[in-house]
């Protein structure tokens, strides 16, 4: 890309990081010290500004790029993350949200230790939302580098290295310093820029076929190559039967996984009351979804308009689809409009990994210090409130590194495949000890502990086993072969694991379940009566 892009974009770029870190200081200066205020912002935020937090930590560059890319190059089957994604809201808002903001305090173990032998079920809970954070996080880590090189010309390896460094020391200030109160401004200024480049990028595809939605599909499918085959089922899922549960199970993580992402269910807490939680579940629905159905739109326009091949040219996984279309859009290479247009669609991509970094190592963090810290040090009467939070600073600056480290790692392996596993570990590993919490009368500490371990064991035991890590050009080890595991994502086995792993945990244990715990937990799920 030419100079003139690489300019303007950094500029853009550097003026987000310059408002955002405004943000951060500003905050710190009026923190109290509190572990509410450090994990929850002292749950001052009304639904709708927690509407657009959610959905500024929920719409990853993964979504802004990969799934548009995805659509330009495969039609119709592209489709899947975008409906998924979506449809995953419907059980966040009807099974989790209200009754998670009722139950718990900051994490997602807090739901399930409400009732059952708190250290072990804080533990297994805690290690299973630090692993989830960490495959989301490298994904993120991985999509800076990568961008460098795909949106601001800087192809040599050391480009992508400070890119990975630089975000990674961005989101340890962001969260070390301003907590949740500072991540969420930053996530609700990204959700308005993500939402505002996205509309002004499909009203520009829409004027282009002059509003024909038709005219713009039937143009897609004749340049795709593929016919109207591009705009039907089984372009990329329609071959054998492994393709086929395939999709299947990358389906069941995707809509099953978001009501198990630690760091969704964390911004639950930001809220006053269960009410606002919900009320915060419809504004996200409303943005989240209006961005979905915009990728549609916009993977659809770039096949149109700048054709599969030539996506497929620059980038062979299709992530520069969008920032393709925006230089077309624009008026062309080497035009003022494209230039600009260009510049913004980098600087919103990555303002969007910022925001979504900042989330998932703020909700890691807490894990560690509010679940496995809390749980292994010895409880002394008297300790201060904010010891916790210190070790919570402490272990997002560990994080950092370690991400920044994974990161580096991984600059040149697909790491794609990290998100749609980061969902299905948590459908197997986080949503069964939720849902049996929640709802189930008998559940036991035994059928807690086992139902965490039993999903997120064998999820990342099939990945390590699954053609992605070996056994295929496009592995991450692709010159050995040890892969026994047929399907790419896990989901379709380990989610019924983690269920049925629950189930038997539960239905063996000597201990009986505690009834009185579970009347106290299920009035305070549904009414609110006693909740923080």
């Given at each position: ?30 923190r109290h ?49 975008s409906?998924?994604?979506l ?13 998670v ?25 805690g ?17 800076a ?28 200030i ?16 990204k ?10 990028l ?17 143009t ?71 961005f ?9 326009g770039?096949?149109?308009i ?12 299709g ?5 393709l ?12 409009g ?26 890691s963090?807490?894990?560690?210090a ?17 010891s ?52 189930w009368r008998?559940?036991?500490t ?56 629950g ?8 201990e ?21």
């Amino acid at each position: 890309m030419s100079g003139e892009h690489q300019t303007l974009a950094l500029i853009l770029f550097s003026a987000f990081v310059a408002v955002t870190l405004a943000i951060t200081t500003w905050v710190s200066r009026h923190r109290h010290g509190s572990a509410e205020e450090f994990y929850a912002g002292g749950r001052l935020f009304s639904p709708m500004e927690n509407g657009f937090a959610i959905a500024g930590d929920y719409m990853s560059a993964a979504s802004f790029l990969g799934i548009s890319g995805l659509i330009a190059l495969f039609g119709y089957d592209g489709m899947l993350y975008s409906v998924g994604f979506l449809v995953a809201w419907l059980v966040v808002l009807l099974l989790v949200a209200e009754l998670v903001r009722n139950c718990g305090r900051f994490t997602l173990a807090d739901v399930v230790a409400a009732r059952m032998a708190e250290r072990p079920v804080r533990i297994a809970a805690g290690a299973s939302s630090v692993t989830v954070s960490l495959l989301y996080l490298v994904a993120q880590m991985v999509g800076a580098g990568s961008l460098v090189a795909l949106l601001l010309g800087g192809t040599g390896a050391a480009a992508r290295n400070w890119a990975v460094i630089g975000v990674g020391a961005l989101m340890v200030i962001y969260v070390s310093l301003g907590g949740m109160r500072a991540t969420t401004w930053i996530q609700i200024v990204k959700a308005v820029l993500l939402m505002a480049g996205s509309v002004t990028l499909t009203v520009l595809v829409l004027v282009r076929f002059h509003g024909d939605f038709g005219l713009m599909l039937s143009t897609a499918a004749e340049r795709s190559g593929h016919g109207t085959d591009f705009l039907a089922p089984g372009l990329r899922y329609g071959g054998d039967w492994t393709a086929r549960f395939d999709f299947i199970s990358l389906g069941l993580a995707l809509v099953l996984g978001t009501a198990g992402l630690p760091h969704i269910l964390s911004r639950f807490y930001t809220v006053p009351t269960a009410a606002a939680a919900r009320r915060s579940v419809v504004w996200s629905i409303g943005l989240i979804g209006g961005f979905y159905l915009m990728t549609i739109v916009l993977g659809f326009g770039a096949a149109a308009i700048i054709g599969p091949q030539a996506v497929r040219a620059s980038n062979a996984a299709g992530n520069t689809a969008v920032p393709l279309l925006a230089l077309d859009l624009g008026g062309g290479a080497g035009s003022t409009g494209g230039t600009v247009l260009f510049a913004v669609v980098a600087a919103i991509a990555f303002a969007t990994i910022l925001a979504v970094v900042a989330g998932i190592t703020l909700a890691s963090s807490a894990s560690v210090a509010h679940d496995l810290y809390a749980s292994l040090r010895s409880r002394r009467a008297g300790a201060k409130p904010y010891s916790e939070v210190a070790v919570a600073r402490a272990a997002a600056a560990g994080i950092g590194v370690a991400a920044i480290g994974l990161g580096l790692l991984a600059r040149d392996l697909n790491v794609a495949f990290l998100v749609g596993v980061a969902f299905a570990v948590a459908a197997s590993a986080n949503l069964p000890v939720l849902l049996y919490s929640l709802f189930w009368r008998k559940f036991t500490t035994r059928g807690a502990v086992w139902s965490v371990y039993g999903g997120l064991v064998p999820a990342v035991l099939l990945v390590l086993l699954s053609p992605v890590v070996s056994g295929s050009p496009e592995a991450l080890f692709p010159g050995v072969d040890f892969h026994v595991f047929p399907l790419q994502n896990p989901g379709l086995v380990s989610i019924p694991l983690g269920f049925l792993a629950g189930w038997i945990g539960t239905v063996t244990s000597p201990e009986a379940p505690d009834a009185a715990k579970h009347a106290e937990t299920e009035v305070r799920a549904l009414t609110g009566a006693g909740a923080v």
